[in-house]
């Protein structure tokens, strides 16, 4: 089997305005006061704290992932997921359901994490196919996927 590589940004980045950073500072600022208003000085605290690493997440550009499908499996940086390790996968290319995505083929995988087990990866069209055809040949159990409704959630609030 050959090696197929390829690479995407770690997320989509997302255009925020002067207004939404001062929704994000007014919104934590008001918590705070009311949480140390009620003698909640510990959930102000956690307040504040979470609204500079909220900004400053919102200001970090996205990096380039590079992904791998090769002999011993898929890899993600230097994170090897071995095929039997792999619970089981799907490869999004159906134009209907791509509307779901953004009109992006993804790769969805099962695996065997406790905390987010699904991993949705961006990929490109013309190597769908050939990601399907060798996960099918290592034996990975094909099983419908799509993103979790979280994650539209998040999208849809600007993250």
């Given at each position: 089997m050959e090696k197929l590589e390829w690479s995407a940004l770690e997320y989509e980045e997302k255009e925020r305005s002067n207004d939404w950073f001062w929704a994000l500072g007014v919104i934590v600022v008001a918590g705070s006061i009311a949480s140390i208003i009620f003698g909640n000085y510990?959930?102000?605290?956690?307040?504040?704290?979470?609204?500079?690493?909220l900004g400053f997440f919102?200001?970090?550009?996205?990096?380039?992932?590079p992904y791998e499908l090769n002999n011993k499996g898929f890899k993600i940086?230097?994170?090897l997921y071995p095929y039997e390790k792999l619970k089981a996968f799907w490869v999004e290319k159906d134009p209907s359901a791509?509307?779901?995505?953004?009109?992006?083929?993804?790769?969805?995988?099962?695996?065997?994490?406790?905390?987010?087990?699904?991993?949705g990866i961006p990929i490109e069209l013309d190597i769908a196919n050939s990601i399907h055809t060798i996960m099918l040949e290592k034996e990975v159990l094909e099983e419908k996927m799509t993103e979790h409704p979280y994650e539209k959630i998040m999208e849809r609030l600007g993250f």
């Open positions: 510990f959930f102000a605290i956690l307040l504040i704290i979470s609204g500079i690493l919102a200001i970090k550009k996205p990096e380039i992932v940086k230097s994170r791509m509307l779901e995505t953004n009109n992006k083929p993804m790769l969805f995988l099962k695996t065997e994490r406790f905390f987010m087990p699904i991993l």
